[in-house]
């Protein structure tokens, strides 16, 4: 049985940072292309970012370029995304995401595997 946990959200102001992680239990990390995404209110869910299975490809979204970064430690069994600048805007719940695959594409419906989320709120 997969499980993802997320931890690190939390409370931030505009131009500060927050460390997201997701830990994977019930099987190796090292097996799945992870990312993440959001959902604000109102809004669909949405592609932030992604790493391979191998870590070496990773992918961003237009809107985070430059600003966050997306890790894994296969031996730790977990993914982390460092959010720096954060805006107003990017005020979402952060979902950790898995598909057991080499890669994780941008569509919600390719995702295997979802962590119950962790809200961040950015205040200017």
């Known amino acids: 049985h997969v499980q993802l946990v997320e931890s690190g959200g939390g409370l931030a102001q505009a131009g500060g940072s927050l460390r997201l992680s997701c830990a994977v239990s019930?099987?190796?990390?090292?097996?799945?292309?992870m990312g993440w995404f959001r959902q604000a209110p109102g809004k669909e869910r949405e592609f932030v970012a992604s790493?391979?299975?191998?870590?070496?490809?990773?992918d961003y979204a237009d809107f985070v370029k430059g600003r966050f970064t997306i890790s894994r430690d296969n031996g730790e069994n977990t993914v982390a995304l460092r959010m720096n600048d954060l805006k107003d805007e990017d005020t979402a719940v952060y979902y950790c995401?898995?598909?057991?695959?080499?890669?994780?594409?941008?569509?919600?419906?390719?995702?295997?595997?979802w962590g119950q989320g962790t809200q961040v709120t950015v205040s200017s």
């Open positions: 995401a898995a598909r057991l695959d080499l890669r994780l594409r941008r569509a919600a419906r390719e995702v295997d595997y």
């Open positions: 019930g099987r190796t990390a090292g097996n799945f292309a």
């Open positions: 790493i391979s299975r191998n870590g070496i490809s990773p």
